[in-house]
């Protein structure tokens, strides 16, 4: 009787070992939400991207190799940061631009990992059903900004010397007596490149890219404010014409992020490289 007790404890303290390790090993990773994919099949796209190569992962010092990665999606960059802080996720994966901000922002985080991965960039997402006139007007404003230097000069202002402070609002200008407005998403998720101030003012270099593609168009822009994981259904459902969206290499087969209906404009902004912040 007294073996049999002693197999059982045994037993419950080796399962109570494994699960303590296995918890150990673990690194829960936020993200924003991907619209074409779940987080396990996300999970697999990364993993697969390791194993050919594609994917780079340079980890800090005090993180074993051996953590088990768990993705875990959020609608919304506050959601996130809340997630980091209330110890629900061990790092939150943001774009370097953004992590850089972070970081500046806030010194009670740190760089958990580097990731360097497919080259990602910024485009505006439109629906495929409609008519592609607005669309092509915005890759023709885009390539002209490109050639001219005004997409490098708005880059520089915005990101590169955003600091430690808030981007100013972007004010748009007002054209009387045109009929064309559209209606853009913003959702302020990817600071400072997509940023809603605390009243509520669009700003950073999305907007800043906005404006100027309105000045140059003569057309006029109600700017609306949404989550991250409501850009899709907003679209669809014609709440807004147009959304700020971020693809992996442009005609890549794969994309985490852009589901059926959607069709982008030329790119404006890259980068291949997310930082993953933590609390220090």
Not at 101 to 109: E, S
Not at 110 to 129: E, W
Not at 171 to 178: S, T
């Given at each position: 009787m007294k073996a049999k007790k002693f197999v059982l404890a045994l037993a419950v303290i080796l399962v109570i070992m494994s699960v303590v390790t296995a918890s150990a090993l673990e690194r829960k990773v936020g993200h924003l939400a991907k619209l074409n994919m779940t987080p396990e099949e996300f999970k697999a796209f990364s993993n697969n991207g390791i194993a050919n190569g594609r994917i780079a992962v340079f980890l800090a010092s005090e993180i074993s190799e051996q953590h088990e990665i768990v993705h875990l999606f959020y609608d919304s960059f506050l959601s996130l940061q809340m997630a980091l802080n209330a110890g629900e996720v061990d790092e939150v994966a943001l774009p370097e631009?953004?992590?850089?901000?972070?970081?500046?922002?806030?010194?009670?985080?740190?760089?958990?990992?580097?990731?360097?991965?497919?080259?990602?960039?910024?485009?505006?997402?439109?629906?495929?059903?409609?008519?592609?006139a607005m669309l092509n007007r915005f890759n023709e404003a885009l390539l002209a900004m490109k050639a001219d230097g005004t997409l490098a000069i708005l880059r520089e202002k915005y990101i590169n010397d955003a600091g430690f402070s808030?981007?100013?609002?972007?004010?748009?200008?007002?054209?009387?007596?045109?009929?064309t407005k559209i209606k853009v998403a913003v959702t302020g998720d990817l600071p400072p490149i997509d940023f809603v101030s605390p009243e509520g003012k669009p700003a950073g270099f999305n907007t800043a890219v906005l404006a100027e593609i309105a000045k140059r168009l003569h057309i006029n822009i109600e700017i609306v404010n949404i989550d991250s994981g409501a850009r899709a259904a907003a679209l669809a459902s014609k709440r807004v014409d147009a959304v700020f969206w971020f693809q992996f290499r442009k005609n890549a087969e794969t994309q985490p992020d852009i589901p059926e209906g959607v069709a982008l404009s030329e790119p404006y902004y890259t980068w291949n490289e997310i930082l993953n912040i933590a609390k220090k």
């Open positions: 631009a953004v992590a850089d901000y972070v970081l500046n922002m806030n010194d009670g985080y740190k760089v958990a990992s580097i990731v360097r991965t497919y080259p990602s960039t910024l485009s505006f997402g439109f629906r495929k059903d409609d008519d592609p808030e981007p100013e609002p972007v004010e748009f200008r007002d054209f009387e007596n045109i009929d």
